[in-house]
Nanobody, 121 residues
């Protein structure tokens, strides 16, 4: 059993900051890429930022220069530092990780339950 648990969402004013955290737990052998997505009502889930096991990152154009993704491999955790937040960043944010379970041969993508981020004055 593998579980991803997110935390850190909430209500923030435009221009403010939030830090999202996501920790993976369970029978984990390896974690490959980790990522954050967001989703608003009526729209598809979209990639916000991703980070490889080696630390290479990529970002959606809309968040470049404002958001920073990082990870702590010892803690099986990924973080998203969000600065200069805008109302259009309002969404449910999900973390995702490519995980190989102990004793398993392949990689599976797991998802967290989502955390709401609301940017409003």
């Amino acid at each position: 059993q593998v579980q991803l648990v997110e935390s850190g969402g909430g209500l923030v004013q435009p221009g403010g900051s939030l830090r999202l955290s996501c920790a993976a737990s369970g029978s984990i052998a390896n974690i490959n890429a980790m990522a954050w997505y967001h989703q608003t009502p009526g729209k598809q889930r979209e990639l916000v930022a991703a980070i490889t096991s080696g630390g290479s990152t990529n970002y959606a154009d809309s968040v470049k220069g404002r958001f920073t993704i990082s990870r702590d491999n010892a803690k099986n955790a990924v973080y998203l530092q969000m600065n200069s937040l805008k109302p259009e960043d309002t969404a449910v944010y999900y973390c995702s990780a490519q995980i190989r379970r102990v004793g398993a041969g392949g990689w599976i993508s797991y998802w967290g339950q989502g955390t709401q981020v609301t940017v409003s004055s």
